[in-house]
């Protein structure tokens, strides 16, 4: 492993204590590789393209782009890759769930035919530049597994799957110590190291890091430092940030889960991922097995931690094991469960987005770079209207009213919620929303007792803030904005900090 540093191991079952949280809250994707940032953009320039973003979609979107001779440039609030990007499991792969027979159902076997082949061909195609262009990110070929209790539901996947043209085969045993009735396995899978893959297509590719995009406006890209004139723009930030025309903070939520990094929890081949609500993956990277779980809706914090949880089932299912590095990441979940790539609306032709990756951001953002590609080259892509944004189905409505109940509750917490808190109240170590003489504010109290209040109102639109434990953040449950205990924006939709006083 390159640039490998040796990790503190703490047994899986011990209390994650404040210090060894700030210690190791960075997944090992981020301690095993580093580049010097590229310069920030000065000045203002002219170009084909502005991709907006430098996670996953952003890069390869770059890349296919210049690949079709597009002159592009990217342009990256902070680091490339350092979004949600850097905290993934990094599986590779067109297996997203048990999701064949559901999708024939309720979309017919035509689009889903069409979702399945866009993302096996987006695996095929990390194959094809990684072995092209050998690229040393640790990519390995592996099979992908759903496992399930329900052997029915699992042959019936089995079933979809084939009458797809999938690889896929009933696995009667899986090499991860739960409790199953079968697998549902496609061949040919991928997994790899997200960051040296992106750092090396970088070094090909036009990136101004440190360059926070403030607004768009027609052809015009502005930020701080400069401007950009673009024919086309991509936003490729995770969750659009622009909120009309578009409209997307109300047709997507975002979900977080919780990872550990492993040590001697033994060796898996495969990449898995069981079916249902709470469900576990699995897959090694080197020698740590990556554990992931605990998904819930952001800004819905649960009880008792979530990384506490993982350890407790770490524990359980690898007694042993020791923890090596943790970290948790986001993704933007779409009523239809189906991205949103291409058009960002009907009346902005040259403007395209990238989101609602449904925490399979790996093969959708290679699928977005094919269909933006070939949108921008004036090339008809099969797939494209099956990921459309401007689609809209009948499928879709109860899922978006569940989201648009979400938000409406926390607008109305901002105005008739009582907080139960005072600043003296609040221990230390711990946040909560208090009552204080100019209304209502987020407070937390470090270990040592100093008190950080901040506005306990997100500035994307207006929802009351909630206490992230786990992460000692501020999250909202609306649209899922991230603030830190200082107010800091630490993820979008809102594009600024909360306002911070040091009491
Ligand atoms: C726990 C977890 C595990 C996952 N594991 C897998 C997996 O195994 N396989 C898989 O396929 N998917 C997985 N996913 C999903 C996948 O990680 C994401 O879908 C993917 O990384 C998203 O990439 P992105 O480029 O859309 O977003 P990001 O990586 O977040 O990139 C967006 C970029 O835009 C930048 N940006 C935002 N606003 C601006 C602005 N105004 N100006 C300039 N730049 C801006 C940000 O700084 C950021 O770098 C997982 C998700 C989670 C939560």
């Not at 979900?255 to 991922?273: C, N, T």
């Not at 925490?359 to 797939?383: F, H, Q, T």
Request: include cysteine; charged fraction near 25%; charge should be neutral.
């Amino acid at each position: 492993m390159n640039g490998n540093r040796r990790y503190k191991l703490f047994p899986a079952g011990d209390v994650i204590n404040k210090k060894r949280r700030r210690q190791k809250m960075e997944s090992i994707w981020c301690k095993t590789c580093g580049r010097e940032k590229a310069p920030a953009l000065k000045g203002n320039i002219e170009t084909d393209v502005a991709v907006i973003g430098g996670g996953m979609a952003g890069i390869l979107t770059a890349w296919q782009l210049e690949q079709a001779g597009v002159r592009t440039v990217v342009l990256e609030t902070d680091r490339i890759g350092g979004g949600q990007t850097q905290n993934t499991t990094a599986k590779i792969t067109a297996q997203h769930g048990m999701f064949c027979h559901s999708f024939i159902e309720k979309k017919g076997e035509d689009t889903t035919r069409k979702y399945a082949q866009a993302n096996k061909d987006a695996v095929e195609e990390y194959k094809r530049i990684v072995r092209e262009k050998s690229i040393a990110c640790d990519l390995k070929e592996c099979d992908s597994y759903v496992y399930s209790e329900d052997e029915e539901k699992v042959r019936r996947e089995v079933v979809a799957a084939q009458s797809l043209g999938l690889e896929a085969s009933f696995a009667e045993q899986v090499e991860i110590p739960v409790s199953c009735a079968g697998a549902v396995r496609f061949s040919s899978q991928a997994k790899f190291h997200p960051l040296k893959f992106i750092e090396a297509l970088a070094e090909h590719l036009t990136i101004y890091e440190d360059t926070s995009v403030t607004r768009v406006e027609g052809h015009l890209v502005k930020t701080p430092c400069g401007s950009v004139k673009a024919g086309k723009i991509v936003f490729a930030v995770h969750f659009p940030f622009i909120n009309f025309p578009g409209m997307y903070f109300a047709r997507m939520h975002q979900e977080r889960s919780y990872v550990l990094a492993l040590e001697k929890a033994g060796m898996v081949d495969g990449m898995y991922i069981g079916d249902g609500e709470n469900t576990l993956s699995f897959r090694q990277y080197d020698r740590y097995l990556l554990l992931g779980g605990q998904a819930h809706r952001t800004g819905e914090n649960r009880e008792g931690g979530c990384y506490e949880r993982l350890k407790r089932i770490a524990q359980e299912l690898y007694p042993g094991s020791c923890v090596a590095a943790y970290w948790s990441a986001q993704d933007c979940i779409t009523a239809d469960k189906v991205p949103f790539i291409g058009p960002y609306a009907a009346d902005c032709p040259d403007w395209y987005v990238a989101t609602g990756f449904q925490k399979w951001g790996m093969s959708s953002a290679m699928v977005s770079a094919m269909l933006i590609r070939d949108a921008v080259c004036g090339i008809e892509n099969p797939y494209a209207q099956v990921f459309s944004p401007l689609r809209f189905s009948g499928e879709e409505v109860p899922q978006l009213m569940k989201d648009g109940g979400k938000a409406v509750k926390g607008l109305t917490k901002r105005f008739f919620h009582v907080p139960s808190e005072t600043i003296s109240s609040v221990e230390r170590g711990h946040g909560a929303i208090v009552e204080t003489p100019q209304g209502k504010a987020g407070v937390y109290k470090t270990e040592e007792g100093t008190v950080c209040q901040v506005s306990a109102i997100c500035p994307h639109m207006g929802c009351e803030l909630t206490w992230n434990p786990d992460e000692n953040s501020w999250d909202c449950p609306c649209h899922g904005s991230r603030f830190d205990c200082e107010g800091k924006l630490l993820e979008g939709p809102a594009q600024e900090g909360i306002q911070y006083d040091l009491l």
